[in-house]
């Protein structure tokens, strides 16, 4: 079967760094998603990584090891508005997309 | 804003009622998902069309289905609703192709409470 593991919750403080670990075990490969999505509201692209490193941009980054099927995602000098789930997912070899159950994040002062 | 449109916006029926939820995607984008989150739950995969044609089927029910439009625009019909029912109902697309996907653009969701 296909499955994605994210932690349920992480707890971190304003102004730190947060990394939220995604893994996977699907049939087939074609790409990682990283979505964030606050209460009430649509999920809202935040990345993609196909190739094995990481993609910076701005104060998110993402990590892929295609090898281990690991993704993470890293959140630095965190603010309020970071409080959000976020959602890993992963494009199988039909190109659909299977999503991990999200991991909220809670920033506290 | 991401260019995808849902209405309604909220929706309150009764236990046995059958409601239509629309969506129009981004201008451009061939593909319409559906997707169902519960209170405190993650995403379900309902449905997926491409240009009209089903493309991929999640979990969805039987006492659901979905269509594509000519002009792209999808709608999700929810039929002898249950209690359970009730939730955000959200309609992604992405542009895709017949080869492979791309990603996926959220709409606003429809709320859809059952009492």
């Known amino acids: 079967g296909q499955n994605i593991d994210q932690p349920t919750e992480m707890t971190a403080t304003e102004g730190a760094i947060v990394q939220i670990n995604c893994t996977y075990q699907?049939?087939?490969?074609?790409?990682l998603f990283w979505y964030q999505q606050h209460a009430g509201e649509a999920p809202t692209f935040l990345s993609y990584n196909v190739l094995d490193g990481l993609e910076e941009k701005g104060r998110f980054s993402s990590f892929l090891s295609r090898s281990k099927g690991y993704s993470y995602l890293l959140l630095k000098e965190l603010q309020m508005k970071d409080s959000a789930s976020y959602l890993c997912?992963?494009?199988?070899?039909?190109?659909?997309?299977?999503w991990g159950a999200g991991t909220k994040l809670i920033i506290k002062p | 804003d991401s260019g995808v449109t849902q209405t309604p916006k909220h929706l309150i029926t009764a236990t046995g009622q059958r409601v239509t939820l629309r969506c129009s995607p981004r201008?451009?984008?061939?593909?319409v998902y559906w997707y169902q989150q519960s209170l405190d739950q993650g995403l379900q995969f309902l449905i997926q069309y491409y240009n009209g044609e089903e493309r991929a089927k999640g979990n969805i029910l039987e006492r659901f289905s979905a269509q594509q439009f000519p002009d792209l625009h999808s709608e999700l019909n929810l039929s002898s609703l249950e209690l359970g029912d009730s939730a955000l109902y959200f309609c992604?697309?992405?542009?895709?192709?017949?080869?492979?996907?791309?990603?996926?653009?959220f709409g606003p969701g429809t709320r859809l409470t059952v009492l």
């Open positions: 997912a992963v494009r199988d070899s039909n190109y659909q997309l299977i």
């Open positions: 201008s451009g984008d061939l593909s």
């Open positions: 992604a697309s992405s542009v895709d192709s017949e080869s492979g996907g791309s990603e996926q653009f």
């Open positions: 699907t049939s087939g490969f074609n790409g």
